[in-house]
């Protein structure tokens, strides 16, 4: 009886051998598990370059050239990244209907996910921008009087204070900001297309960005009122006031001449 005590097992045995068990299951998971994934991942990324390849040589290779070097008919792609990309091919500016002192902005030609893979393969030409998150385009959370006083700052010179847009020189403009999706905007301030200056986030950072968005969003939302009551393209009092001066005064003074002409009439008569 003694021999058969001696040889019965502690208590806490197989609590220690389960932990031992989930420690090696979990030593194997850790070795091989982020391999698999990240093999996975490159498969996947390599397989949408090389879709976007495809794309490339169909919509965008006679301007871009055959490996994105650029010709005279249209700039590099090496380097400009996947935000320039998604810009510019979810506006639908590209590819190019035709030439002329800018692209406008019409119905894309792409669904996303093939602009995801066009930009998967430019992106692969050279570093670039990438396509921001939710994240960071959303206006939850911003400073909508921040991003006010940035964008009347650095962008209304062109884009008006509201964003209404306005005309530049040789044929060019500055598009309406008004029910542009906010990650456009977002890309368009990271890649300063056509025109515009770029804004990395050396000079405007990812808050700044995300403050612009929400001042856009405010005062171009139907629930925005505007106390002054015409708003003459969103310009601002001065030319409120111009215009209440020029047509005002020009509409006292036709009255006055309409009444000392009648006046001269009838003390003739």
Not at 42 to 65: F, M, N, P
């Amino acid at each position: 009886m003694k021999k058969l005590s001696a040889r019965r097992r502690h208590p806490l045995a197989a609590v220690v051998v389960l932990l031992f068990a989930l420690a090696v299951t979990g030593g194997l998971y850790a070795a091989f598990a982020p391999a698999d994934t990240a093999k996975a991942d490159d498969s996947a990324q390599s397989l949408a370059i090389e879709e976007g390849k495809k794309l490339y040589s169909v919509g965008c290779a006679s301007c871009h050239g055959t490996g994105g070097q650029g010709t005279t008919d249209g700039p590099s792609l090496v380097g400009v990244g996947a935000a320039a990309v998604d810009f510019q091919v979810a506006t639908g500016r590209m590819p190019l209907q035709q030439q002329g002192a800018q692209a406008p902005r019409k119905k894309a030609i792409y669904s996303q996910a093939e602009i995801d893979q066009l930009a998967a393969y430019i992106a692969s030409l050279g570093a670039g921008p990438s396509q921001p998150t939710k994240s960071q385009y959303s206006p939850e959370g911003a400073d909508i009087a921040k991003g006010g006083e940035l964008f009347r700052t650095n962008c209304a010179q062109c884009h008006n204070f509201t964003g209404k847009g306005g005309a530049l020189s040789n044929g060019k403009y500055a598009p309406s900001l008004e029910g542009v999706n906010p990650k456009h905007i977002y890309e368009a301030m990271q890649t300063g297309p056509q025109n515009m200056p770029s804004f990395p986030d050396t000079t405007l950072s990812e808050k700044n960005k995300k403050d612009i968005i929400a001042y856009l969003d405010t005062v171009n939302s139907d629930k925005t009122k505007s106390p002054g009551g015409l708003e003459l393209g969103g310009l601002g009092p001065v030319s409120e006031g111009l215009f209440a001066w020029i047509f005002g005064l020009g509409a006292m003074i036709a009255v006055a001449i309409w009444v000392a002409a009648h006046t001269a009439k009838a003390k003739k008569s």
